[in-house]
């Protein structure tokens, strides 16, 4: 699978600036502990919650913390959810994935979201691009992240041409 296409590394350059800043509500102050959700907030983090699990799941795939990883995602789920969630709202999401990865293994975990994807063609793609920016965002991918890339594709039910088609064209 190539991660190199030229339109892939411009999806990760544009989810790592779109993650790199803090967002925080107008009305909140930048720290502080985590408010409810807004009704509108949580029906957007219901919808996009298993492709952000995804996500998460790669980030983690390699157990390094690097922040280029860290900056894709949060601008992934800046760009899922058209910006209705903040910093300390995404915060909360990535707490609660860790959360059920100590009670569940990853395979369980991946294969729960990848049922609930893989019904929707659109988000199953979406899903597989947005998690190959994950797998090349600190530039140096790890074996175990390019497998579960893999392992992710192959539970979507993504043939391998069209995983190439989205991976050199990038249209989400």
Known sequence: MRLDSASLLELRDQLRLRGERPSFPPSAPPAGPEK????????????????????????VADERHD???????RGAIRALTDGALHTQDIEG???????????????????????????DRSDAEAAFTLAAAIVIA?????????AMLQELREQLGISG????TLLGEVGL
């Not at 999401?93 to 019904?119: C, G, I, P, Y």
């Not at 041409?161 to 190439?164: D, L, N, S, T, V």
């Open 138 to 146: 600190d530039e140096t991918p790890d074996q175990r992240e390019k």
């Open 36 to 59: 409810p959700l807004s009704a509108e907030a949580s029906a957007v983090v219901q919808r996009v919650a298993p492709m952000c699990e995804v996500l998460y799941l790669l980030l």
């Open 93 to 119: 999401m990535l707490v609660r994935f860790d959360d059920r990865l100590k009670h569940q293994t990853r395979e369980q975990r991946l294969e729960q979201v990848t049922a609930q994807l893989a019904s």
């Open 161 to 164: 041409k069209r995983a190439q």
């Open 67 to 73: 922040p280029r990883e860290h900056e894709v995602l």
